[in-house]
């Protein structure tokens, strides 16, 4: 039997991408394995959004140069946004790399499993897993126009190209045929979906699409760019019944000139009144977000008013990073002139302050019926997401996998809330 061994890091779209990878090594016969010693090939899906990523990437590729030398000589590819039109200088640093494969190429490797006689049966894309996840990202659109100051993306992932709704719509139907309850469909930004297509269509009509597919329980989007969201598409979010209320809208900082810095395209003020239009359009909905500390420049009072930000519009998460610099953007040229340390002390304040918000956002809940898609068990307890992303334990003797049960919440941390069973419990089942 034949081993395939795949190390995914970055976002949601890099788990996308790996999914298809895997789907077609799968459709060829392969088999997984969490070894990459017991591997005939060997995937790493990269990503280079931030220089530690980078690192761990060439550290983990540095790592499988014994593998070459032992008896199973597996094939190593590279993919991710590591891979771009710079591969003439990977090969010369990863000499021990077969393929450098470009992200969402699908083609070009495609021709590289016919090259080594490995045929796949089901040969249209998006390959449809046998047993995909109960939850599944779907790319809806790739690459990115934004250029964002300190982003790579766009230098790696091209500019945007949207998937024609009717494609969406018979990968979804085929997925949720094969078991999936519940997809989130992804973009870099997701928001600016279909501007690229003949007939134009937005995320809004493209959720009314999905809306109705019968057996599809839960609908998801991200990320959501605050500059393109639309009252169009708040208003679609609050009446279709299958998209869940939780929104991913990074605003990255709380001040104007900084914003401006990193071409965000909206100022704070703007925000705050997208974020008002959302919260009162969409009753209990959850709001995340992203933000930078430690951006060029980035002043104490400046930091401050991101702290202030976060403080009023209080998330249910902040993913927050210190900045650090991307060779090759715009942001690049600029005084990366708050010290390390600064940019740390930065990010554990607002990791700080965002434990305590989120654990009294949490509390709110307690008392509250919550519907939870179950993804399996962990330490002898079950779990799942709610309709706002929230992770919920609970205990039964039952086996609930695949299936919506409610459950009242009991017990509320910053990070995930317990719960019983309700008597009037499950929904569905597969
Ligand atoms: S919107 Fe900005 S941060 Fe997001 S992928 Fe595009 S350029 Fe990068």
Not at 105 to 122: T, V
Not at 193 to 220: M, Q, T, V, W
Not at 394 to 400: I, K, L, M, R, V
Request: proline share 4%.
């Amino acid at each position: 039997m034949s081993l395939y061994y795949i190390w995914t890091i970055g976002c949601q779209m890099n788990k996308a991408d790996s999914e298809q990878i895997s789907a077609s090594l799968e459709e060829a016969g392969f088999q997984a394995t969490t070894t990459a010693q017991d591997a005939n090939i060997i995937v790493l899906n990269s990503c280079v959004v931030r220089g530690s990523a980078e690192q761990k990437v060439s550290d983990k590729l540095d790592s499988l140069k014994f593998l070459k030398q032992g008896h199973l000589k597996p094939s190593i590819i590279l993919t991710g946004c590591m891979v771009s039109s710079n591969i003439e200088q990977l090969e010369e640093r990863f000499p021990h790399v077969d393929l450098f494969l470009k992200p969402q190429d699908m083609k070009s490797w495609h021709r590289w499993l016919q090259s080594k006689n490995i045929n796949l049966p089901q040969c249209g894309t998006p390959l449809i897993p046998a047993r995909p996840p109960l939850t599944t990202y779907v790319p809806i659109i790739k690459g990115c126009n934004n250029f964002c100051s300190y982003c790579i993306v766009p230098y790696r992932r091209g500019k945007e190209i949207s998937h024609p709704i009717d494609e969406i719509r018979e990968q979804v139907e085929s997925l949720v045929k094969r078991g999936t309850k519940e997809v989130t469909l992804l973009g870099q930004n997701v928001d600016s979906y279909g501007h690229d297509l003949p007939s134009k269509p937005d995320l809004a009509d493209l959720l009314s699409n999905l809306n109705d597919i019968s057996g599809l329980e839960r609908i998801r989007f991200l990320t959501s760019h605050p500059k393109d969201m639309s009252l169009k598409l708040i208003e679609t979010t609050a009446r279709l019944d299958k998209v869940c209320e939780c929104i991913s809208l990074a605003v990255q900082s709380g001040d104007n000139d900084i914003l401006k810095a990193m071409r965000r395209g909206y100022t704070v003020e703007q925000y705050r009144l997208l974020v008002e239009q959302i919260r009162s359009a969409i009753p209990k909905v959850a709001i995340s977000t992203d933000v930078i500390v430690g951006f060029p420049g980035e002043t104490a009072a400046q930091f401050q008013n991101t702290v202030s930000l976060l403080s009023e519009l209080r998330f249910d998460i902040v993913h927050v990073a210190a900045y650090s610099v991307r060779p090759g953007t715009r942001a690049a040229k600029f005084n990366d002139n708050v010290p390390q340390e600064e940019k740390a002390r930065r990010l554990h304040l607002i990791e700080a302050m965002q434990e305590s918000i989120a654990s009294e956002i949490n509390a709110q809940l307690l008392g509250e019926i919550e519907e939870i898609l179950v993804e399996g068990k962990r330490k002898d307890r079950w779990y799942g997401r709610s309709r706002t992303d929230k992770l919920v334990f609970f205990n039964s003797d039952t086996c609930y996998t695949g299936q919506m049960v409610s459950i009242k919440i009991t017990s509320a941390g910053s990070w995930s809330l317990r719960g019983n069973e309700c008597d009037t419990c499950c929904t569905s089942a597969i």
